[in-house]
Every structure is written in C-alpha cells, then in structure tokens.
T-cell receptor
Framework: GAVVSQHPSRVICKSGTSVKIECRSLDFQATTMFWYRQFPKQSLMLMATSNEGSKATYEQGVEKDKFLINHASLTLSTLTVTSAHPEDSSFYIC????????????FGNGTRLTVT | LAKTTQPISMDSYEGQEVNITCSHNNIATNDYITWYQQFPSQGPRFIIQGYKTKVTNEVASLFIPADRKSSTLSLPRVSLSDTAVYYCLVGVNTGGFKTIFGAGTRLFVKA
C-alpha cells in the first residue's frame, strides 16, 4: 500500500536553532500534503496544507514565517521550524493525499521535536 | 466542512465486539467517511472508508445508514493491541480539503 516516510522520527535541538522535517510519498505522487501538530492526549491540529508548486495555506493562528513549508516536488514536502523555542516542542505529523479525491490519507509516523 | 462527534472514550474486554459511532449531521453529498486508528507516538493509520451502506475489510466493518448522518465502526473480537484512539473523518481529498480531526474516541481494551 501507499507509504509516507517522515524523517527524522525524533529530534532534540537547542532554543534558537531551526529544524527541518521531511515528508516523502514513496510510491505515489502527492499533489497535496498536510502538516499537523499534536500535543499529548490531544487530537491532531492542522497547521497547513501544502500544494506542490505553490505556496502553502496556513491555518489561522499558525505563523507562516515560523513554520516554513516547501513542497517542491510531487513526492516531497518539508516543514522547517525556524528559531525553535521550548513551546514548539510537540509531535509533528504529515499526511499525503492520494490520486483520487476520495482516497484515504496516508500519514507519516511523526516527528517528536524537543527544544531545550 | 462536516463536523464529527464521537464518544470521548470507551472500554472493552478482549474478544468482545466494539462499535464506535460517529455523528456527522451536515455531511455533504460528495463526502466519504473514513476511519483512522492512532497509537501513541505514531501517525494515524487508515482502517476503513465508505460512502453508504456497509463496507467490510479484514480488520473492521463500517455501517452507514441511508441518511448518512452517522456511521458506526465495528471492530470484531478486539485484542489488547486494539487499544488506541479512533478518528472519524468526513470529506473528500480535493484541492483545499481540510483534514480537520475531531477529538477521537479512546478505546481501552482490558484483559
């Protein structure tokens, strides 16, 4: 079945540094990818919708200059957390939309970001 | 954008059948109903998807009444490893479709 690979699975960084998270669709072309963050015991919160070749659409309250999204190809989207702070520590998850409108989403395994 | 409502949590015992119902009163004509399972520190995993009536696969069944305003995920003979959070999503994956997750249902399976 379709697979979405997300890297790294876990990252620890110092406050003020930037971290890049990659999301790849391994065996299908993903014109749309989604980025979420999830705090402990809470549901997934949509951060942005990433469309190949165009600017990402951010949800209200999500700083686009803080969370840079690049979707340069049909198989790769990246999320860069710039100047990370401890409050950015969270579980970040990507998903990719399949070819058909009613295709289920395929999710990466998430990235646990800890900012010290 | 169809909003979904599910029970916050459910408890069950190994070997029992578990039914989780999701309400989606303002589902649109083109919307599909999709259920996902999430274990701690992992991304959600697709379980089953349907449009109407009944869908069955190797892990679950999905029952959708004629008015499509609700759906029921049925897990036959659950095991401890089915302890997870289950999410019901409604929509289609066309451009601009927002995948808004509800609170989900925390299923706890006891021995």
């Amino acid at each position: 079945g379709a697979v979405v690979s997300q890297h790294p699975s876990r990252v620890i960084c110092k406050s003020g540094t930037s971290v890049k998270i990659e999301c790849r669709s391994l065996d299908f072309q993903a014109t749309t990818m989604f980025w979420y963050r999830q705090f402990p015991k809470q549901s997934l919160m949509l951060m942005a919708t990433s469309n190949e070749g165009s600017k990402a659409t951010y949800e209200q309250g999500v700083e686009k200059d803080k969370f840079l999204i690049n979707h340069a190809s049909l198989t790769l989207s990246t999320l860069t957390v710039t100047s990370a702070h401890p409050e950015d520590s969270s579980f970040y998850i990507c998903s990719a939309s399949g070819e058909r409108g009613y295709s289920p989403l395929h999710f990466g395994n998430g990235t646990r970001l800890t900012v010290t | 954008l169809a909003k979904t409502t599910q029970p916050i949590s459910m408890d069950s015992y190994e070997g029992q059948e578990v039914n989780i119902t999701c309400s989606h009163n303002n589902i649109a004509t083109n919307d599909y109903i999709t259920w996902y399972q999430q274990f701690p520190s992992q991304g959600p995993r697709f379980i089953i998807q349907g449009y109407k009536t009944k869908v069955t696969n190797e892990v679950a069944s999905l029952f959708i009444p004629a008015d499509r305003k609700s759906s029921t995920l049925s897990l036959p003979r659950v095991s401890l490893s089915d302890t997870a959070v289950y999410y019901c999503l409604v929509g289609v994956n066309t451009g601009g479709f927002k995948t808004i997750f509800g609170a989900g249902t925390r299923l706890f399976v006891k021995a």
